[in-house]
């Protein structure tokens, strides 16, 4: 019993592990009044909030997702946003 | 020029930014403040003693001494009836006196506010800028039917000339430091520093300003917009030797919505300050790295909105989209980190039922934060949930009317419910969120699951307010401390003043 606790434990560190390694930093840019729609989609993909700017009318939101979440956000941005949206890697100046 | 500021209650940071740049630019600012005891807009009303303290006509009194070329209003709704009435005074007073009246509740409903006899300008969105041009061009006696953010009333044609909203300045940097002196003599600096690092928030929630806010300025500016770290330590450090402040307050809407400012920012502020603070900010910018990060930077508390935990009326209604897991982590990040957990909560929402009130009551006995303060539903004019409401049929058209006039109760003094029987659920429900933050959590589950929560609207007032009395002296909540000791300055004040049959009304004199 006591062994497969262990193991269990194990495999889940080991999971999260392989799960955190694999996450990737993404960059939202849409409409102001679409904060909503992006907060329920990257909150639905256990995403992480890391800044929100402001860029004449739009916002600019980078989150931290898992990497192959990538194309779910994408979908999920498009069922909400339709085309009024951009969604890239995003990567630190 | 000579402009008479004045506010009722509590401290006010446009208010204070407003007077910084008029002095900047070589005008007189003066402050009249009315300390409108138990009925000051901000926490308590109990309107017989209110009316024992009443100092309106005083305050009517003191800005007519000083002879002032302007008079102008920084306007919640919530406070909208008060500065009516102190308008109304002075102009019977000294007619010719311009008056303006500036602030949320104006940019709310210009078209009713300009109508009004005591009001000859109207102040739409931020004003530095505005109403700079304004008293420049008004001491000049200039033209000023045409400054971009002011409405003019034309007082001998009637005619009224809506100018368009101004177009936000990026660079808030540059606005002076606030002018905190205003408000020193009646709410003393040296209790609590409160400051904002930055302007404006991305989210619309229905109920809020920055829902009208996000709509008005969409094309006409950045709306959100943050201050650099150099700004706002140069600001506490220098106000810091001025008043010898031990706290610090930041009103931000979202305080720690930037990853990389924030590290930068705490990272400096426990360098060259050094000093405990409160912030607010919301569930999606939270995490266990965040809150560690406050905590080493000297965070004593955290308030953040839940509001409903309803998910899915949450986001229809109220278009909040945090999920309760995402409520659940971001508290329990705040908690491991040892930092104290405010967590807003509004009753009184459009269709709630009691089935509503129960889970959430569950949810937060479950979650037990260092406090929950519970909101009742107050509209807000021109915000997207009066017309949710309207559409529902929960409001009509003369409870419109009356949310257009400031007419409705605070959020923490029944808000805008008019039935019996739903008070008295909110008051019971409120008086519960109060105790589950102390009781032991079986009692709280006995009390939700056997429905004795239900009663509790029966409990005098007064024995909830003393136990929240209770809880802040155990919690050390400062705001709420030092708001309690301002009660006790100010009301000894005014009796000893009543006897000795002067007025209380202080006014700032600054140049």
Redesign the interface.
Do not use: A, V
């Given at each position: 019993m006591l062994l497969l606790g262990f193991k269990s434990k194990l495999l889940k560190i080991l999971i999260l592990f392989l799960f955190c390694m694999d996450t990737q930093e993404i960059v939202v840019k849409a409409e102001?009044?679409d904060?909503?729609?992006i907060?329920?989609v990257?909150?639905d993909h256990k995403g992480?909030?890391?800044?929100?700017?402001?860029?004449?009318?739009f916002?600019i939101v980078?989150a931290r997702i898992f990497s192959k979440d990538f194309e779910n956000v994408r979908n999920g941005l498009k069922s909400l946003l339709g085309d009024n949206f951009k969604l890239d890697l995003y990567k630190k100046k | 020029m000579r402009v008479v500021f004045l506010y009722m209650g509590a401290e006010n940071l446009g208010v204070q930014y407003l007077s910084s740049v008029l002095k900047k630019h070589g005008h007189e600012t003066f402050m009249v403040f009315d300390p409108a005891l138990f009925n000051d807009k901000y926490w308590l009303t109990v309107n017989s003693l209110s009316k024992f303290f009443d100092q309106k006509k005083d305050v009517i009194d003191k800005v007519v001494n000083l002879n002032p070329d302007l008079i102008a209003f920084s306007v919640f709704t919530d406070c909208y009836k008060w500065a009516s009435y102190i308008a109304k005074g002075v102009k019977q007073k000294i007619p010719n006196v311009a008056t303006i009246f500036g602030g949320i509740h104006p940019t709310s409903v210009p078209e009713e506010v300009i109508m009004e006899d005591f009001v000859d300008y109207v102040g739409i969105g931020e004003g530095e800028d505005s109403l700079l041009e304004f008293v420049n061009k008004l001491e000049k006696k200039e033209d000023v039917r045409h400054i971009p953010g002011i409405w003019a009333k034309d007082t001998q044609s009637g005619l009224i000339y809506r100018n368009p909203i101004r177009v936000l300045s990026d660079d808030i940097d540059s606005i002076p430091f606030p002018d905190k002196e205003m408000f020193n003599p009646h709410l003393p600096i040296k209790n609590g520093y409160m400051i904002a690092a930055s302007r404006g928030c991305p989210y619309s929630c229905t109920f809020c300003s920055n829902n009208l806010y996000n709509k008005i300025y969409k094309g006409n500016g950045k709306w959100l917009r943050r201050r650099s770290t150099k700004n706002i330590i140069d600001e506490l450090k220098a106000m810091k030797v001025k008043y010898n402040f031990d706290k610090v307050d930041f009103v931000d809407d979202i305080f720690t919505c930037h990853r990389d400012w924030l590290k930068e920012f705490l990272e400096t502020y426990k360098k060259e300050i050094n000093l405990p603070f409160k912030c607010i900010t919301h569930p999606h910018f939270m995490s266990d790295e965040i809150a560690v990060q406050l905590k080493e930077a000297g965070c004593y508390a955290v308030a953040l909105g839940v509001q409903s935990t309803n998910e899915s009326y949450k986001m229809k209604v109220l278009k909040r989209y945090e999920s309760n897991d995402k409520v659940r982590e971001a508290t329990q990040a705040l908690k491991k980190a040892n930092v104290s957990v405010i967590l807003q909560h509004i009753v009184g929402l459009p269709d709630e039922t009691k089935q509503d009130l129960v889970e959430a009551a569950n949810f937060y006995i479950d979650l037990k934060p260092t406090r929950i303060e519970c909101y009742t539903l107050a509209y807000f004019p021109a915000t997207e949930i009066v017309d949710i409401s309207l559409a529902k049929g929960t409001i009509n058209q003369d409870i419109l009317k009356s949310i257009n006039a400031g007419g409705e109760n605070m959020y923490f003094d029944g808000g805008s419910i008019r039935e019996i029987k739903k008070q008295r659920e909110a008051r019971s429900f409120s008086h519960l969120l109060s105790m589950v933050t102390f009781l032991p959590r079986p009692v709280s589950k006995l009390f939700v699951k056997s429905g004795l929560w239900s009663y509790f609207y029966l409990i005098p007032n007064g024995a909830i307010t003393l136990a929240e009395v209770g809880i802040v002296l155990l919690t050390r909540e400062h705001r709420a401390i030092n708001y309690m000791k301002y009660y006790f300055r100010t009301c000894t004040s005014l009796i000893v003043k009543m006897f000795r049959k002067t007025s209380y009304v202080a006014t700032g004199l600054q140049k």
């Open positions: 102001m009044e904060m909503g729609s907060s329920k990257i909150q992480d909030f890391l800044s929100i700017d402001q860029e004449g009318n916002l980078i | -």
